[in-house]
């Protein structure tokens, strides 16, 4: 379905962290999000990008907040660090987008290193999961929360050569259906985004000879972000979402 009509300031008031905040999706979104009011915590390992999409916020509305962090090697203890960080710092946490993700080219699974296979299923399975829990304390003191996890399209990346990246992503829909049960009857809302082919560093890996031109920017699902972060993606509490963009 195509993204609802987003009422205006529909984030005003809210924190937002954002997690593989500069490039693809996680920037396109963290632009959007605070545009529609939000103060956004950029996190991601690279602190010059991180500050080069900081400054691009702060002439589009509040100023961001950043922090650095490789989720590589993150463990519960640095999420736990963080949670209290926003906390004390910010006042509060209203929601989270899980964009960070880790792949790093199509190969079979014999030929997959160990060290590689962890990282991946870490990074994108292990990391989302460890500082969402360590962030539910606080998400919970707000009328309104909302954890948006991004999927991806199983008939594609649950098949050969994928590796641990696709075996992660079948792992964190799992996640979503349990995490939704657990939290249905409390403030925090829990749903997937499953946003369509997209100019992204993981689909240039994947798709080598694939023309840029192709898919369509990023940015044509950050609207599907904010919908999903905001109130009005209740509606799709412990669902998946799969926008359609205009004229498709």
């Known amino acids: 379905m195509q993204v ?3 009422l205006p300031n529909c984030l005003e ?9 500069y490039g693809g999706l996680g920037e396109a979104a963290a632009k959007a999000v605070t ?10 390992k690279k602190v010059p990008k991180l500050n080069r999409v900081y400054d691009a916020l702060k002439k589009i509305g509040s100023e961001p907040a950043m922090y650095p ?25 209203n929601g989270i987008l899980h964009c960070a993700a ?37 998400l919970r003191k707000a009328e309104d929360s909302a ?18 990246y696709g ?34 560093s993981i689909r240039a890996r994947a798709y080598v000879d694939e023309a840029a031109t192709d898919c369509p920017e990023a940015g044509a699902y950050a609207k599907a972000c904010v919908y999903l972060l905001s109130a009005q993606g209740i509606a799709h509490r412990g669902k998946l979402f799969k926008p359609q963009l205009a004229g498709k």
């Open 4 to 6: 609802p009509a987003l």
């Open 13 to 21: 008031g809210r924190v937002i962290l954002i997690t593989g905040a």
């Open 35 to 44: 545009d529609a009011g939000a103060t956004v915590v950029l996190l991601g």
């Open 69 to 93: 962090l490789d989720l590589r090697g993150a463990d519960p203890a640095d999420f736990e660090v963080m949670a209290d960080k926003i906390a004390a710092e910010l006042g509060g946490l």
């Open 102 to 138: 880790d792949f790093s080219g199509l190969r079979p699974l014999e030929n997959t290193s160990p060290e590689e296979f962890l990282t991946q299923i870490h990074v994108n399975l292990n990391a989302p999961w460890l500082l969402t829990q360590a962030c539910l304390p606080v």
């Open 147 to 164: 954890v948006v996890f991004v999927s991806e399209d199983m008939s594609r990346v649950n098949k050969a050569y994928w590796g641990a």
């Open 167 to 200: 075996i992660a992503k079948a792992g964190l829909n799992g996640l979503v259906s349990m995490l939704h049960d657990e939290t249905d009857d409390s403030s925090v809302r829990v749903s997937a985004l499953q946003p369509g082919p997209m100019r992204t």
